[in-house]
């Protein structure tokens, strides 16, 4: 008789890019998708899973898309439109069965819950998924740099940052034939060799507060059960780039 295989992380920060959540046909979201995204997350809930979730906004808006604005109203901008991404999940995932809280930085107390560490923690631990808009409610702070701080305060075991690429390469694939994948890497090595699988604020946050991170690709949804569960895919950064 099998062993059966217990998850390797309960409690998880998941990022889920933006872009990942857009129609592929130029639409701003891919509802089936998401409705698929929702599927997994039920069966890592199903597992005793507690799982927190920051959306970027990359379908909608990036700040540096407001080339001649100033920079703090273009991230402005750009945490509304996190906030449409939180907002379109949780439609989803309550549709889909998933008892799902909206939690911004900024206050928005008619479409969601305002942050509060505390209030999150508890939601977790009533097996509610949150979905936090807004990233931090700061500018100049992105959605990665926010998925690292909110999992500090959360105590999640990991954050998960699914993306659309597979892992970290050891240069970006687009621009060169030979990049390789890296399988696992110290968060040093990453800020010193400047790769770009995650800004330099959320690598050294991290990398100061321990906190491992898994990148992997969200281009099949079921990559989500797989990392909880503690396979082998995407990168796993962390001291010493152990796997």
């Known amino acids: 008789m099998s062993e059966t295989k217990s998850p390797k ?3 998880v920060l998941l990022k889920l890019s933006g ?7 130029g639409g701003v979201l891919d509802f089936d998708f998401i409705v698929s995204v929702a599927d997994v997350i039920k069966k890592c809930l199903a ?4 799982i927190g979730i920051i959306v970027g906004a990359g379908n909608i808006w990036r700040g540096r898309h407001g080339k001649n604005m100033d920079r703090t109203r273009a991230d402005h901008m750009g945490m509304l439109a996190t906030t449409i991404n939180a907002l379109a999940l ?9 008892e799902t809280r909206v939690m911004t ?7 969601a819950e305002p942050y509060i560490r505390n209030k999150a923690v508890s939601h977790l631990e009533k097996n509610r998924v949150i979905i936090f808009g807004c990233g931090l409610g700061i500018p100049f702070i992105s959605t990665d740099t926010a998925a690292v701080l909110r999992a500090a305060e959360i105590n999640a ?5 699914a993306k659309n690429i597979d892992g970290v390469y050891t240069a970006d694939p687009k621009k060169d034939p030979a990049a390789t994948k890296l399988d696992s890497i110290d968060y040093m090595d990453i800020l010193s060799r400047g790769l770009a699988a995650m800004d ?15 990148v992997f690709g ?24 152990i796997k």
């Open 9 to 11: 992380y309960k409690r």
């Open 19 to 25: 872009e990942a959540l857009s129609d592929k046909d």
């Open 47 to 50: 597992e005793g899973v507690q």
């Open 90 to 98: 949780q439609d989803v995932f309550q549709h889909e069965g998933i």
């Open 105 to 111: 930085a900024i206050d928005m107390h008619e479409f």
């Open 157 to 161: 075991d990991i954050v998960l940052l």
């Open 200 to 214: 330099s604020t959320a690598t050294s946050f991290s990398m100061d507060n321990n906190i491992p991170i898994l």
């Open 218 to 241: 969200l281009d099949n949804p079921e990559n989500i059960y797989r990392a909880v569960m503690g396979e082998e895919i995407g990168t796993i950064v962390n001291k010493g780039g």
